[in-house]
């Protein structure tokens, strides 16, 4: 019997020639990751635990994402705790001011995520590294600290389901519709602890940041792990990024087995929202019967905080305008892109059409800072979750969204589709 291209990173990270869904491995780990969050739980655990000195300092990302820039004073020492342990173990990737960015946009970036590569960290959305063909996977922090203090981490091999997707897609159909859509179907726990593995003609046809975009999401049909396998999109990515590492590419076998196989044609799906209070909540644009008003929208994210997305939304929102009482909240994932989105024009496209463009943070996806919301007022948003109270107060509500919809929602002022706004002027 063959193996998966989960299973055999796997395998290659526990000194095994072969690995099965269910069999509990200890594995050795490429890359730790820890957030403004997470990481100072894991630091004071690795303290507590007799830790001086990680196992390696090359093999540590920390990231001040979520609450900074400072929020308050709270989040402040949080991120002075996390900083100070950065520069006492001399953390090779650490990042603040200029070089600042949200993490699953970061790291990848940066080079230091590779094809092969086992990542592990303490934020749910770890999972968007397959889409480089990775395993990477979120953890507690208490495991982060355990990585800190070995550099391994215990993992239960998942099963595998395959999500085979053919035909072609529509005008504004992107990675985050497919994703939504197959959430949809699903269900939320239809990839429960299961390597989601993305697959097709359809798929072949992605762009590497809508392959992000959906392996973030894996989470949210509770996959363990969400991964797409190497191809010429993916070594033309590669051929701009500077790794740390040489990638190691796998593939499936032919006889893997795998738990089910869904399949989808893609031609089928229209731009997608999801209602509260779930991410499975899925609806195509056809489906939004009377208009629902919104107060906000937010575009950006560790989901749809790339160049590519801000591409799509200006594209909407050229010389358009904003209504006053709409707000549009603009995030890019990284200096980088906020760099390169500034040389194209797009932020003057923005804030032309009325939108704030953010420094990178994590703040508004977390209902943190950045785009709060009061009681009874509706986002559409591309972050990743649009649980009771995500976003701010317990009686608002979150509509997620590809960048194009969020985009035409922020011009009408409502829930609505890009072909709704799109060529209006």
Not at 178 to 195: E, K, N, P
Request: hydrophobic share 40%.
């Amino acid at each position: 019997m063959g193996m998966t291209v989960t299973e055999k990173i796997i395998a290659a990270h526990c000194g095994r020639d072969s690995v099965g869904p269910g069999e509990i491995v200890m594995c050795d780990v490429d890359l730790a990751l820890g957030n403004d969050i997470t990481a100072p739980i894991a630091i004071e655990q690795f303290r507590k635990a007799g830790g001086t000195k990680v196992w390696d300092k090359g093999k540590v990302a920390l990231v001040p994402d979520h609450f900074a820039p400072n929020k308050d004073v709270r989040s402040a020492e949080m991120c002075k705790f996390m900083r100070e342990f950065a520069r006492e173990q001399q953390v090779a990737h650490y990042w603040e001011q200029s070089e600042m960015g949200i993490e699953h946009v970061l790291l990848p970036e940066a080079g230091c995520v590779a094809p092969g590569d086992l990542v592990i960290g303490a934020d749910s959305h770890t999972c968007t590294y397959g889409a480089l063909g990775a395993f990477s996977t979120g953890v507690g922090s208490t495991d982060l600290a355990g990585v800190y203090l070995s550099g391994q981490i215990w993992l239960r091999v998942p099963e595998t389901l395959r999500l085979v997707y053919r035909g072609e897609r529509r005008r504004w159909v992107s990675g985050k519709d497919l994703i939504l859509y197959t959430i949809g179907r699903i269900g939320v726990d239809g990839a429960r602890y299961m390597a989601m593995e993305f697959t097709g003609p359809a798929i072949e046809a992605l762009e590497m940041s809508d392959r992000f975009t959906m392996a973030n999401m894996a989470i949210e049909a509770g996959g363990k792990n969400g991964i797409f396998h190497v191809d010429d999109k993916t070594r033309g990515y590669l051929d701009e990024t500077p790794l740390e590492r040489t990638p190691r590419v796998f593939t499936s076998d032919a006889d893997a087995a795998t738990t089910r196989t869904v399949d989808f044609d893609v031609g089928e799906i229209e731009p997608q929202v999801a209602f509260p209070f779930s991410p499975g909540n899925a609806r195509g644009v056809s489906e939004l019967s009377g208009e629902i008003p919104i107060d906000q929208t937010v575009i950006g994210s560790c989901t749809n905080g790339r160049i590519e997305d801000l591409r799509v939304a200006a594209e909407v929102m050229k010389g358009k305008h904003i209504p006053k009482w709409t707000r549009c909240i603009i995030v890019p994932g990284t200096q980088q892109v906020y760099m390169q989105a500034l040389k194209e024009g797009l932020l003057e496209t923005f804030v032309a059409a009325g939108a704030t463009v953010s420094a990178p943070t994590c703040g508004p996806c977390i209902g943190g800072h950045m785009g709060v919301l009061a009681e009874g007022e509706r986002c559409v948003s591309t972050t990743n979750r649009n649980f009771v109270g995500r976003m701010g107060h317990p009686k608002s509500e979150v509509y997620l969204a590809s960048p194009a919809t969020a985009a035409a929602s922020a011009i009408a002022g409502k829930v609505c589709g890009p072909d709704e706004v799109a060529g209006t002027t």
